[in-house]
């Protein structure tokens, strides 16, 4: 907070300036070091998955991201654009440049570039793997400068400093963890800060980077109609509320058409940048704020009475207009099935929706709706800042204090329906308990320094004050106070005289408040109260820092495919059968061999195998996937036909049983079930459920008993004990010793977590038919009729 | 002469026609005694042969030749020879000789030719006793070439019986090592027999030149069968104190091709039966002082590895992902970093790296090597001397902030076998002043970056010094230091009426009346000058449009100000007067209590007015 009196005791005026510029100039050093210190520690504390584990890509997106950035580096920015990859989703293949965000590549990609320009011999991996927390150093850095554009320097500083080691951002942006969000999130809250600086300042130039900004967010992730309905949402709360004006429009009608044709040269924007709904409201807001824009011309060059009937007029005319071009837009919009709303989108608005209509999305964790335990484990403090902060925002309200607000309402909504947005919440909370804390210490720091100095000589001053006792000290504190313009500095001491003064009259000041201006009130605190407020707010602050290094330490750090796990004598033991098989297959197998597996390992073959996969994690074809869900869930010899029929030569099916890994293929099964029967009747989930249990032992279904995902899983299992007690499930499979016919294991990793099956070839089939074929006629007939539903035949 | 061969390949029935159209006259050389010892322990067969050679002709002879079919020189990988010097237990082997390829007259198409120089003709006869070792890759070959996990794995190695020579051989000895004593079948001559894994044959005597009696040996090997189907290593010299090594392997199994199915299960719970075949890992045996070892592939670290070191060696041992059954590939790469001073020398102006050639593995076969030297930028006049001969060429490597590049030595070799793991030379010319180079490039850069800094914060960079913008910049600048200078002027009153106040207090504590017009009066005066000083400035605000919309504030507080002012005049003067009437504190107060009301209004508006402003 700037301090005019803090001059006032200078011998002369020059000297005042000079040593008030001085002590800017200091503050300015002071403040860099701290942010460059942020910016290390963003960064460092995402390292721990590489001292912990290795310099490697993680999860399963990344892997996809790592693909296309080796892709982009090694044949250049057209092949990449006109990138049509053949090693997945075959027969189909997919568009990669036309279907991606290329953001983050182009990102990494430009980064690799200028590394090895220079000479320095980065490897892509290398770049990839630290792309995420260079960014996370970006992105406090971005925090800072909104959080002080909207409360001042001191409350940017903590709120970067929250935001570089908050646990829900890290976990999507440790050192390996190369995806969209990594980027996005540094380019949402910056797009955020030039809004705000727009906003503040009505300069068109950061309108202009505003849209530029707005721009590499969509480049970077589907998040970006966040941005677009969020920014629209507070404009019309700014007209709304009265707080109408020019800053306002150049903050946004820029960004609107500059951001809109941006958007659309991104490939996988397109049209969409027009056509959906997700993008209707800016365009409805760029409207009104133009009608309101008009109002206001209209209302400056007429007299108030001639502009009453003029409003009366418009009004009339314009409401009627406005109303039958709604109904028509509205028409439009409600004759497409989905009303012009993806269905993520959709999910947002209806968090039912997935659930019943579009399993595929439901079927991935990160789309489920978050529990309470993961608040406290994602923002942990934070979530008891925030309401601290949102009250701050409103002593005095702002422009950008009120974009503030709506931003932490709006995603406290939306991380309330997805696990995956708790990362669009964790800028917020960290912007607004950045607020309350700097506030808060604000008041308190001021309270012990306003009574420290000479207090004693005057007590009764003291025992009049206008005391505010805080009973919650960290909430209550920041919440009841304002700021004041008492200069922080020692001069203060010196301008005891004129502050006591004041002082002696604050009854007077007491009856004086005038509603409609922001009162500014001088509320001190009891020293004792202050301090120990201060140490409890340090205390809670060391309990973040704690419980954030933990949680990148512990929590964030797997790259999910390595895994360890401790012996009882404290040694550790790496279970690395992922990489194990996918180097099998990439060594021992046909170039041009086409492995299938469930989805999620899709991206992953592709990348680590180098083999052709039927689907992969980009779900973009349904039917696709519901066919090998279909597969999965059907008996050997059916399934064979399908993957025979899709060329497939390799089936890969994950298996924790043995180890006691429990995200393998059975636990997925039923939603290869839900999937599959989704698009092909003939699977019914009934079928694999005993009493709408789901269960693998003696007590299964012979439907689930003789699918093939349970034949694969638990082929030769009960030799390993025995006795075939699966380890995850806690129980002895049901169906023990089979052999199987049209599928042959030719691979299985140290521990069992992958097995790769080999396609028998047809001549087999052709064997066993000839053998029994009199015997099952009534069975194949019925056989022909499923073969009829696949759809690759 | 011609002499043809024929091989029938089938596993007992091994034809040979040796036709001789000719008798040979080639030199008078007889070998007296050849002892000849086929090691098959591993994938490679080392065929060691002590040859006893006596001059029987006139003129002096100066070279040895030594005969390969040519089916198996294909696969010859090594050859050295010795001369052996004393005899029993004194026996010293002496400097390896020259062998080369020769190309005699006269001789069967189907053989070929190695000469041996020896070092000094031989003399009417005088004898020498030669060592000779030669090294074949890719002769076991394995039989049946697939089999299943649960097989065992057998080999057939193909040879003569009878050393094939094109000189006559009075005595000769043969004996074959195997690695297990499990054989399936083997050839029986006349004097075979077998002790343990050993097979012996002969001994053999007055056989004339190019007989030739083929064996065959079906047996059981379960080694390691690891090739390395390509290797390339880099070895990196800094000056600053280290040599860094870094081999990618390209690595398959080069025994039986496995088939079927391959059970994780059968190998956990057997391994010795239903997993022989394969190998689960490799030894690498890397100098001393090696540090910073890794060992990883295309997608990452792999962590099955373990490093024993002493003073003499580190050993590593290597599990690659998977074990490798029959025709199984992978590939990897491991690095390690050594210390310079072990490793480079100078000698006569010019500095020299002396490294081992091949792979650091333990019994590997290494089909094809590129070797990279990467000498430090700015090396100069560099050369290499190898034991072998090897296909030499150079490019340049561009590396850690390099302008000029690193120059690079490629060596390539086909077909290594541990014992090409001899030191090599590189000779080059390095001036320690080029190490130099890169840190001050980057104090350099980093100089100029601050440089650039201090420039830009320095220069005015805009464009018109005429332009609209650029004087409305300029005016605002004024405007704003002119505001500056009416707040401290306001500040300045302020504190003036603070002293006025503090008069008052002092009146009411001591009751003088005439410090407190003393104080009056100061003050008067004080307050007069700082109008004054003021209304130039206000002036000036008015005369200037960008200050147009701070000016109606700015005059609001200097009204505020005035009217602060008259209140607090009228309020002392009350009071002073009061207490010249000697009026009870109470009245006083009633008096003044109006007027104090309005004083502490006036003061918060001017509070707000200047935070106001300074917002501005």
């Known amino acids: 907070m700037a301090s005019p009196e803090s001059a006032v005791n200078g011998p002369t005026m020059t000297a005042g300036a000079a040593s008030k510029s001085l002590r800017n100039a200091f503050g300015g050093v002071i403040a860099f070091i701290i942010l460059v210190l942020i910016g290390v520690l963003a960064f460092s504390i995402r390292l721990f998955s590489v001292i912990k584990y290795e310099s490697v890509i993680h999860e399963f997106d990344p892997y996809f ?37 290329p953001g983050l590549t182009l990102t990494a990609g430009t980064i690799w570039k200028v590394v090895n320009s220079l000479n320095i011999p980065l490897s892509v991996e290398t770049v990839c793997v630290f792309t995420a927390p260079i960014f996370s150093a970006f992105a406090s850095w971005a925090a800072y400068l909104l959080t002080k554009e909207v409360k001042g320097p001191g409350a ?37 800060y030039l809004y705000i600086k727009t906003l503040n300042t009505g300069s068109l130039f950061y309108a202009t980077l505003n849209a530029l900004a707005y721009f590499y967010m969509v480049c970077s992730w589907g998040g970006y109609t966040f941005i677009i309905n969020l920014i629209p949402m507070h404009v019309l709360l700014c007209i709304v509320t009265g707080r109408y004006s020019s800053r306002l429009y150049i903050a946004y009608a820029p960004l609107v058409v500059l951001g809109t044709l941006l958007a659309s040269l991104v490939p996988v924007v397109g049209f969409n940048a027009v056509l959906t709904s997700e993008h209707f409201a800016s365009f409805l807001v760029f409207i009104i704020i133009h009608v309101v824009a008009l109002a206001y011309y209209i209302k400056g060059i007429l007299s108030p009475k001639m502009f009453k009937v003029a409003v009366t007029l418009v009004v009339s005319a314009g409401l009627a207009v406005c109303c039958a071009v709604i109904a028509i837009l509205i028409a439009v919009v409600a004759s497409s099935p989905t009303k012009g709303w993806s269905g993520r989108s959709l999910t947002l608005l209806d968090p039912t929706y997935a659930s019943k209509y579009i399993p595929i999305i439901a079927s991935v964790s990160e789309h489920q709706p978050p529990t309470w335990p993961s608040y406290f484990m994602d923002i942990n403090v934070l979530a008891f800042l925030v309401p601290a902060g949102i009250i701050a925002c409103f002593m005095p309200l702002t422009d950008s204090s009120s974009f503030v607000i709506l931003y932490i309402v709006t995603s406290v909504y939306f991380s309330g329906v997805m696990v995956r947005l708790m990362l669009v919440l964790a800028p917020a909370a960290c912007i607004l308990s950045g607020i309350a804390l700097s506030e808060a210490f604000n008041v308190l720091t001021r309270s012990i320094k306003f009574q420290l100095p000479g207090i004693a000589g005057n007590p009764s001053i003291a025992v009049r004050m206008w005391c505010i006792m805080s009973t919650s000290k960290e909430n209550g504190s920041s919440t009841v106070v304002a700021p004041n313009d008492i200069p922080k500095t020692e001069e203060a001491a010196k301008e005891k005289p004129a502050k006591k003064n004041r002082k002696k009259e604050k009854e007077n000041v007491e009856k004086k408040p005038t509603p409609s201006k922001t009162e500014k009130r001088l509320l001190v605190l009891p020293l004792e109260a202050s301090v120990i407020a201060v140490l409890l707010l340090v205390l809670l602050g060391a309990f973040y820092v704690v419980h954030c290094v933990w949680a990148a330490a512990e929590a964030y750090s797997a790259p999910s495919i390595v895994l360890t796990s401790h012996s009882n004598d404290g040694g550790l033991h790496v279970f690395d059968d992922f990489r194990e098989a996918y180097s099998w297959l990439s060594h021992n197998t046909d170039v041009d061999d086409k492995v299938a597996s469930w989805w999620d390992y899709g991206y992953q073959t592709t990348a680590m195998a180098n083999r052709t996969v039927l689907v992969d994690n980009n779900t973009w074809n349904n ?40 995200s393998d293929d059975i636990n997925k099964f039923l939603w290869m079930v839900r999937i599959g029967g989704g698009v092909f009747p003939h699977i019914k989930e009934p079928d694999y459920l005993r009493d709408g249990q789901y269960r693998i032992d003696a007590q299964a279904t012979p439907t689930m008993l003789n699918c093939l995902m349970y034949k694969l899983s638990y082929f030769r299992f009960v030799e390993t004990d025995g006795k075939g007690f699966d380890r995850v499930r806690r129980t002895e499979i049901g169906k023990k010793h089979f052999k199987l016919t049209h599928f042959e294991e030719v691979f299985t990793t140290h521990h069992w977590m992958v097995r790769i099956y080999k396609l028998k070839p047809q001549r087999n089939r052709i064997r066993g038919k000839t053998k029994k074929s009199k015997s099952s006629r009534s069975v194949s007939s019925k056989r022909d009729v499923r073969g009829k539903r696949n759809p690759w035949h | 002469m011609a002499v043809g061969i024929g091989f029938r390949r089938r596993l007992d029935f091994l034809l040979l026609v040796i036709a001789i159209l000719s008798a040979p006259v080639l030199s008078d050389l007889i070998l007296s005694k050849v002892e000849r010892q086929i090691d098959l322990t591993s994938q490679i067969a080392r065929i060691s042969s002590t040859i006893k050679a006596e001059n029987d002709g006139s003129s002096s002879v100066s070279e040895i030749l030594l005969a390969i079919p040519e089916l198996q020189a294909k696969n010859l990988a090594y050859l050295t020879a010795r001369v052996i010097e004393g005899k029993g237990k004194a026996r010293t082997s002496g400097l390896a000789l020259t062998v080369e390829p020769a190309n005699p007259k006269g001789m069967p198409p189907a053989l070929s030719f190695y000469s041996i120089v020896l070092p000094k003709p031989l003399a009417n006869g005088d004898s020498v006793t030669l060592d000779v070792l030669a090294a074949f890759t890719h002769s076991l070959r394995p039989f049946p070439e697939k089999i299943t996990q649960a097989d065992i794995h057998l080999v057939l190695f193909q040879d003569t019986g009878h050393y094939l020579s094109p000189y006559p051989v009075k005595v000769q000895s043969l004996a074959v090592k195997l690695p297990q004593a499990r054989i399936e079948s083997y050839t029986k001559l006349d004097n075979t027999k077998t002790l343990g894994s050993e097979i012996k044959y002969g001994p053999y005597e007055n056989l004339p030149p190019f007989s030739y009696s083929p064996i065959a040996i079906h047996f059981e090997a379960n080694q390691a069968f690891a090739v390395a189907r390509e290797l390339v290593r880099e070895i990196e010299i800094s000056h600053w104190g280290n040599v860094q090594v870094t081999e990618h392997y390209d690595i398959v199994h080069g025994g039986a091709m496995s088939k079927g199915e391959f059970s994780r299960l059968d190998y956990q719970s057997k391994p010795q039966i239903r997993g022989a075949s394969a190998f689960k890992h490799l030894v690498a045996k890397l100098p001393p002082r090696a540090h910073s070892i890794y060992y990883r592939d295309a997608i990452g670290n792999i962590s099955t590895s373990h490093v024993r070191g002493d003073s003499k ?46 792979s650091p593995m333990h019994d590997i076969v290494t089909d094809s090597i590129t070797l990279k030297v990467v000498l430090p930028e700015g090396s100069k006049y ?28 490629v060596l390539k070799k086909a077909n290594v076998v541990p014992e090409h793991n001899q030191f090599f030379q590189v000779y080059y010319k390095f001036n320690a002043l080029a190490m130099l180079m890169e840190p001050f490039m980057l104090i350099t850069g980093i100089f100029f970056l601050f440089v650039t800094c201090i420039v830009y914060v320095h220069v005015d960079l805009s464009i018109s010094k005429s332009s609209a913008s650029y004087l409305a910049k300029l005016q605002w600048d004024e405007v704003r230091a002119t505001v500056q200078q009416i707040q401290n002027i306001i500040n300045q009153c302020l504190s ?9 207090r002092d009146l009411s504590r001591t009751g003088d009346v005439q410090a407190c017009k003393a104080a009056r009066k100061a003050a008067d005066g ?75 209004a006036l003061r918060q508006d001017i509070e707000d007015l200047m935070e106001y402003i300074d917002e501005i």
């Open chain 1, 623 to 662: 039917t696709h996937i519901a066919t090998v869900g279909t597969a999965m869930s059907s008996p050997e010899k059916q399934a064979w036909e399908i993957f025979h029929s899709l060329d497939v030569k390799y089936v890969l099916v994950v298996f924790g049983g043995v180890v006691g890994y429990p």
């Open chain 2, 382 to 409: 560099f050369s290499v001397s190898t034991p072998f001969a090897v296909q030499q060429e150079e490019e340049i490597k561009m590396s850690h902030l390099d302008i000029f590049g690193r120059p690079v030595v």
């Open chain 1, 156 to 192: 940017g500083l903590t709120a970067a400093a929250l935001l570089a080691m908050v646990p829900s951002y890290i976990s999507r942006s440790v050192a390996g963890s190369y995806d969209n969000e990594a980027v996005a999130i540094f380019a949402l809250v910056f797009t955020f």
């Open chain 2, 526 to 600: 004080l307050l007069k000058e700082l109008s004054k000083e003021l209304k130039p400035l206000i002036a000036f605000l008015q005369s200037t449009p960008p200050a147009a919309h701070i000016l109606p504030k700015v005059e609001e507080l200097v009204a505020k100000e005035r009217e602060l002012q008259e209140r607090l005049m009228a309020k002392h003067s009350t009071i002073v007067d009061s207490y010249e009437k000697k009026l009870g504190g109470k009245e006083t107060e009633n008096r003044v209590a109006s007027v104090q009301q309005k004083i502490v």
């Open chain 1, 65 to 101: 991201n790592y693909r296309v950035t080796q892709f982009l580096s090694k044949n250049g920015i057209y092949d990449f654009w006109n990138w049509f990859d053949d090693r997945t989703w075959y027969p189909l293949g997919r568009v990669i440049g036309g279907t991606v965000y």
């Open chain 2, 496 to 504: 003036t009426h603070e002293k006025l106040e503090a008069s008052l």
């Open chain 2, 313 to 358: 060696k580190t050993e590593i041992l290597i599990e690659p992902r998977y074990p490798l059954f029959g025709g199984w590939r992978t590939a990897f790469t491991i690095g390690y970093g050594l210390p310079l001073h072990d490793f480079v020398f100078e000698s006569e102006g010019k500095r020299f790296l002396n490294i081992s050639f091949g």
